[in-house]
């Protein structure tokens, strides 16, 4: 009796859509590496934002809950990394009460070298604000006792630069609550420490 053989198959050869997942993965795998390489090498730390010296002068709340004053206090940035620095801009600074915007402005670009720490004066004016009621009775209650809290809100879009390497822009949110001023010592204040959110 005799056997038939079937034809050898011919061997399969790997597609070319397999070498460009293969080439496609490698690159993944490459930038992941270099992402970790430079992290151990610059070890970011958190950047750190107080506000200081806050006051608030020439204070008025008409009867229909109209608001005018004039917000003056001191940002404070640090950055403590040693081999990174940061670029700001288009920074806006907003002043809250209870999530109510009473004043606004912008912020010069500005560049922030390595171990530095980096004081910024404001002056935000509120001029003729109406606010809700409710705010106008919490305001009333609280300059009733002689003192003021707010909110400081920055927004501002950042990079980073490590060597001659930047990063694309981020947006930076940065809360500072609970800045309480006296109303009786206008120059008495205690520093709010802010969140940061990058």
């Known amino acids: 009796m005799s056997l038939k053989t079937s034809p050898a198959q011919p061997l399969r050869r790997p597609s ?7 080439v496609i993965l490698t690159l993944i795998f490459m930038v992941a590496v270099g992402f970790l390489i430079t992290w151990l090498v610059t070890k970011p730390k958190k950047l750190h934002y107080t506000v200081e010296n806050a006051s608030v002068r020439n204070f008025n709340l008409t009867n229909d809950n109209h608001m005018s004053a004039t917000f ?3 940002i404070q940035s640090h950055n403590p990394n040693h081999r990174i620095s940061v670029y700001y801009s288009s920074v806006e600074v907003f002043v809250k009460f209870k999530d109510q915007t009473l004043a606004f402005d912008t912020m010069e670009p ?14 935000l004016i509120a001029e003729n604000v109406a606010v809700s009621k409710s705010n106008g009775k919490d305001l009333r209650s609280q300059t009733s006792l002689g003192k003021i809290e707010f909110e400081v809100f920055v927004k501002a879009r950042v990079r980073f630069k490590v060597g001659i390497w930047k990063s694309s822009h981020r947006t930076a949110k940065i809360e500072c609550s609970h800045v309480t001023v006296s109303l009786s010592q206008p120059n008495q204040s205690q520093n709010s420490s802010c969140d940061a959110d990058i």
């Open 16 to 22: 070319l859509v397999c070498y460009i997942f293969l």
């Open 72 to 74: 003056k206090f001191t």
């Open 110 to 123: 500005f560049h922030q070298p390595r171990v530095n720490v980096k004081q910024i004066d404001e002056a």
